[in-house]
Every structure is written in C-alpha cells, then in structure tokens.
C-alpha cells in the first residue's frame, strides 16, 4: 500500500472517530485561564438528548485548552468534565434496550482521543446509567464521571 494511501485511510479513520451517535447543543462557555494574545482556556456547557431513551436530556461540561493549538485544532483537551442526566419528559423506552450503548462522543484531540458517554440499563433498580469516560485509543484514561435517572412516573405541569 502506498504512503499516500496509507495517510488517507488514517485521515478517513480518524474523521470517522469523529461521529457522535448524538449531537449536542453548545450551551456556552466560561473562561478560567486569560491568555493575553490567543484563545482562553475555557469549561464549556452542551446538552443532549439520549437518541434511544425519549425524555432524558444529558448536560456535559467540559475543560477546553486555550492558546494557538486550539484554534488550529492541534490542541488535546484535558480529560475533565461533569455529566448530570434528568428526567425532561415522559421516559420511552425501546422494546430492545442493550444492557450497554454508546450514545454521545466527542473528539477532545486531533489523534484518537475523545469523551464518550455509555448509557447502562440497571434493571433491578429500574435506573438508567450514563457514564462519560475519556478514552485514547492507546492508553485509555481513568477519568470518569456518573449520573444517574430513575425512570419515573411523569405527570405534566
């Protein structure tokens, strides 16, 4: 395989990695670094609904560096964030709900590093379980974050 074709088939899959099962609403961001010439680190705010699960809306915030890097897209984001996951409407779920899925996923570097949510079903307790964990594909991350949402009785207001 040439060189060139080898370079457009990492391209290609590194683009891929890039879908997000779910796509998230920007909310806003907060500036926590100055930086005097370039962009500020910043948190910032998305929410996404789970593409399966009607009536459960997802809130993630996420630590975004800052500087040259990030505006040419060459920054990696460090692996800290927050999910809360509520009730928004009536809880509908699929006659088939996998015990594990995948349902949102960002890119947090340009090389193979992204923030994922994984949605678990805990029947026993009749609770779903959304996790966000950073994942590289080399060396993965114990960073994580939980949130929980017993699925209720849901009367309109």
């Not at 505006?71 to 509908?92: K, N, Y």
């Not at 609770?127 to 939980?146: F, R």
Request: with cysteine; aromatic share 8%.
């Amino acid at each position: 395989m040439k060189s060139s074709t080898k370079m457009a088939a990492l391209l290609f899959c590194v683009l891929l990695a890039g879908i997000n099962p779910a796509s998230a609403d920007d909310i806003g961001c907060l500036d926590t670094t100055f930086k005097l010439l370039s962009p500020n680190d910043s948190v910032c705010v998305s929410a996404f609904e789970d593409s399966k699960v009607r009536g459960v809306t997802c809130h993630i915030s996420q630590a975004r560096k800052g500087g040259w890097g990030s505006v040419v897209g060459l920054a990696e984001d460090p692996s800290r964030f927050s999910i809360a996951c509520r009730q928004t409407g009536p809880i509908v779920l699929p006659e088939k709900l996998p015990s594990q899925e995948n349902v949102f996923s960002e890119k947090t570097s340009i090389f193979f590093k992204n923030t994922k949510v994984i949605r678990m079903f805990d029947k026993k307790h009749n609770t779903l379980i959304y996790l966000a964990v950073s994942k590289k594909l080399i060396e993965g991350s114990p960073q994580n974050s939980i949130s929980t949402v017993p699925i209720m009785p849901w009367e309109a207001r």
